[in-house]
């Protein structure tokens, strides 16, 4: 039987008479530290074992051709009119990180894409992270550029902001690039210094489950939350020249230059200046092999991401609930932009079936929706295959 990558292979051959550069850049998930990127917190995500799969190769003209193969749709336009797409999406990923190389003063011919994936999509499992991570590796492998994976990382986030409109911090497309297998990579958003965190836990596994909420709100009001976290550190600065991003601020500096101002943007940054904090104590946690606190700081990053920070849902806080008191699982919380997708669950592993026997049947008749979940595996991140 073919592999699906021997398919995706012959597909492409079939239709472009050449043979392709086969990329594979990951999802990711984050134990903790959520919406604290662009703030220049710390985040702690690890790439996973879902991953878009990219066959490129380069063209003798001025032609694009992409095909999303999961989806049949096929879309075809010049690297001389390279520009975002209304109303379809998953170009957009694709064209944005092709017109980095465009930016950077590289020469970009003409070239053959087709997608195929397997993070689901509008998971929070940054799907389009995948997407862009794969074209910027494959077309940094076809032209020669030689580009270190920092600077590609940035490259596929810039793709994010410019051609999908997401203001988006840095940790999806840093994680599907330069993820390592069984790690976490605890990463400083400030300056982009990062350190490789084991994390291979006897006994327990890490749970998804999929509220199958497709998160629409997610990319306005994300984009929001950025700009009242950039209006909370503005009103600060008028008293504190020195900070330059909710990292420097302190509970003390919020409920003194924010509070008065505006009780919901005190709401929000209070959130990401605890949720830091919580990062940190959080990898000492792990460093001592202390779980069970590491699992407790991630309900409490639920509570301030669904009753301070304002991104969850109805179906995400039905799921976090339902394990809050049973002793299988360890942690559980949103993951994510919020409004939809998953919740991450750290469980022990032979107690995964009879939860899910049992929150199945309870998520299905109470939301109304389908409920799926995976067992993700913390990979590699971006490779030529
Ligand atoms: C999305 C963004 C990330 C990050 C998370 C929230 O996944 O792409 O940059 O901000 O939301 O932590």
């Known amino acids: 039987m073919q592999t699906k990558h021997q398919k995706l292979k012959a597909y492409f051959v079939e239709l472009f008479q050449q043979e392709p550069l086969l990329v594979k850049s990951p999802g990711r998930v984050n134990i903790i530290g959520e919406h604290t990127d662009y703030n220049g917190g710390f985040v702690l995500p690890g790439a996973i074992d879902k991953a878009a799969t990219v066959a490129l190769s380069l063209r003798n003209d001025d032609e694009i051709h992409l095909v999303a193969l999961d989806l049949n749709e096929k879309f075809t336009c010049n690297v001389a009119s390279l520009k975002p797409v209304a109303d379809i999406n998953w170009p957009n ?68 902001h410019e051609y999908a409109g997401v203001f988006c911090g840095i940790m999806d497309q840093f994680a599907s690039i330069m993820g390592k297998k069984d790690h976490l990579m605890k990463l400083d958003c400030r300056n982009l210094s990062y350190e490789h965190v084991p994390f291979k836990l006897e006994g327990i596994k890490i749970l998804l489950l999929n509220t199958n909420v497709k998160h629409s709100l997610a990319s306005s009001e994300y984009n929001t939350r950025r700009k009242e976290c950039m209006q909370a550190v503005v009103w600060i600065q008028a008293h504190h020249p020195e900070v330059t991003s909710l990292r420097d601020v302190t509970l003390e500096m919020l409920n003194k230059h924010v509070l008065p101002k505006n009780k919901t943007i005190h709401q929000r940054s209070r959130f990401v200046v605890e949720e830091i904090n919580r990062l ?88 109304g929706l389908q409920l799926d979940y995976y067992i993700a595996s913390i990979e590699n991140g971006s490779e030529i295959i």
């Open 280 to 367: 940190i104590t959080g990898c000492e946690d792990l460093q001592k092999g202390d779980i069970n606190a590491l699992g407790k700081k991630m309900f409490e990053t639920h509570d301030g991401l669904s009753n301070m920070y304002g991104v969850s849902c109805k179906e995400l806080d039905f799921l976090v609930d339902f394990v809050k008191n049973r002793n299988e699982v360890i942690g559980s919380r949103m993951m994510g932009g919020g409004f939809g997708g998953c919740t991450i669950n750290l469980v022990y592993e032979n107690t995964i079936e009879q939860l899910i026997a049992d929150i199945k049947p309870a998520y299905e008749n109470a939301m």
């Open 93 to 160: 990923y694709m064209l944005g990180s092709a017109a980095q190389f465009v930016k950077r003063g590289v020469k970009l011919p003409g070239f053959n894409a087709v997608l195929s994936s397997d993070v689901p999509m509008g998971a929070g499992l940054s799907s389009s992270a995948a997407v862009e991570s794969a074209v910027v590796f494959g077309l940094n492998e076809l032209l020669q550029t030689k580009l270190d994976r920092i600077t590609m990382v940035e490259m596929a986030q810039k793709a994010e």
